[in-house]
């Protein structure tokens, strides 16, 4: 039985985190509290080395979000990302930027890319002026034919799984409740 660790790659190394390290013996890592130096690449290891996919966890305490998906996205699909201020739910002028450079000014707080590519992969963030700017994120793009990682199958199944059982439970309880009422007014 493999032994699954999770795993983390800073971004920002710095020389009171260079150390740090989410190596667990459990398929899990809770970091309390959460901090912005616990921003980075997070993704599952076991003894022989197999790993997932990485998920890209950002910690913000600034005003700026940017509302990026964590999971690779599907080569082809089309893919917004929204700059968000925590303060207020009102469009704004937002600056959107791929590692470094930027892509777009949007005055209604969103960005889309039209048919992903592998050349769209990079490092995302936006800025709203006067505001700030968001942690930068990382983008992963994965083609169709590629096929889904393990670890997604997996969640995919799971959660399949969950809703198929919710299901049958939501079924039973109805037809149960239809049992108790004819029975009420009989």
Not at 26 to 34: A, R
Not at 132 to 154: I, M, N, Y
Not at 166 to 181: E, F, H, N, P, T
Request: aromatic share 6%.
């Amino acid at each position: 039985m493999n032994t699954w660790r999770v795993k983390k790659k800073l971004h920002k190394v710095s020389p009171e985190t260079s150390s740090e390290t989410c190596n667990t013996s459990g398929p899990s890592c809770t970091v309390d509290p959460i901090l912005e130096r616990h921003s980075g690449e997070y993704w599952c290891e076991n003894d022989e080395g197999e790993a997932t996919n990485a998920v890209n966890i950002s910690v913000t305490a600034g005003l700026v979000i940017l509302d990026i998906p964590a999971r690779p996205v599907m080569e082809g699909s089309d893919l917004t990302l929204w700059c968000l201020n925590k303060k207020t739910d009102q469009d704004h002028i937002s600056d959107f930027y791929k590692d470094g450079a930027l892509l777009s000014t949007s005055y209604k707080s969103n960005f889309t890319i039209q048919n992903v590519s592998k050349s769209d992969e990079g490092r995302y963030k936006c800025s709203i002026s006067g505001k700030g700017d968001s942690p930068e994120s990382r983008l992963a793009v994965f083609k169709p034919d590629e096929g889904v990682d393990e670890e997604t199958q997996h969640l995919h199944s799971h959660s399949t799984k969950i809703i198929i059982l919710r299901s049958i439970l939501v079924l039973l309880l109805v037809i149960i409740g239809l049992i108790v009422c004819r029975k009420h007014k009989g």
